[in-house]
């Protein structure tokens, strides 16, 4: 978002983050990384030992994912409201999604965006769950280095607050894209 918006200012109105990479690369590195449940773990190892990872990686896919959304949900319940089939794609496999995010993060390098942050006006709502595994530290950096910036905290979510949270995501969303501050949107170092 802050290069594309730094890069090309005219083409950017307004910009909504949610959960977004923290400006800099050492906030990133405070990502809590709660690991997958133990019988998960253990049914996955079971699961690649008998080699389904590679005879049927459609069930390997879906066990793994299963238990990675409990790490990043607040209410597990909530997983089946997902309507994407993440195993239906090759690209989201366990060992290519990982494979490629550590081909964007370690491209990236160490960064530290809050410079950039400085020279963009547009208004900007940073959307954060509460429970999220991102650190609320970043979303916050955002907030204060964002000329324009506010920043919403979705009480009883984590990493997808509209899947979790619609009723507080979208109208959020809305009020925010037709020109106001969501009601519970606030400067950091203000109060809600």
Not at 1 to 16: G, Q, S, T
Not at 153 to 170: D, S, T
């Amino acid at each position: 978002m802050v290069l594309y918006a730094n890069e090309y200012p005219d083409h950017v109105k307004r910009v909504i983050q949610v959960g977004p990479l923290p400006p800099t690369y050492d906030i990133f590195t405070k990502s809590t990384s709660t690991p997958i449940d133990s019988e998960s773990q253990a049914q996955l190892e079971k699961m690649k030992e008998e080699g389904l990872d590679k005879t049927d990686p459609e069930s390997y896919c879906n066990a793994f994912w299963g238990a990675y959304m409990k790490r990043i949900f607040y209410d597990s319940a909530k997983i089946s409201l997902l309507r994407s089939d993440k195993c239906k794609f090759t690209n989201e496999m366990p060992d290519n999604v990982f494979f490629q995010l550590g081909g964007i993060i370690g491209s990236i390098g160490e960064w530290d965006w809050r410079g950039l942050a400085k020279n963009i006006k547009v208004p900007v709502l940073t959307i954060h769950g509460d429970h999220d595994t991102i650190p609320m530290e970043g979303a916050q950096e955002w907030a204060v280095f964002l000329a324009n910036a506010r920043l919403l905290v979705v009480p009883k979510a984590g990493h997808l607050p509209f899947v979790e949270r619609p009723e507080v995501f979208y109208p959020a969303v809305e009020s925010f894209l037709n020109g106001e501050w969501p009601e519970k949107a606030v400067g950091v170092g203000e109060t809600q």
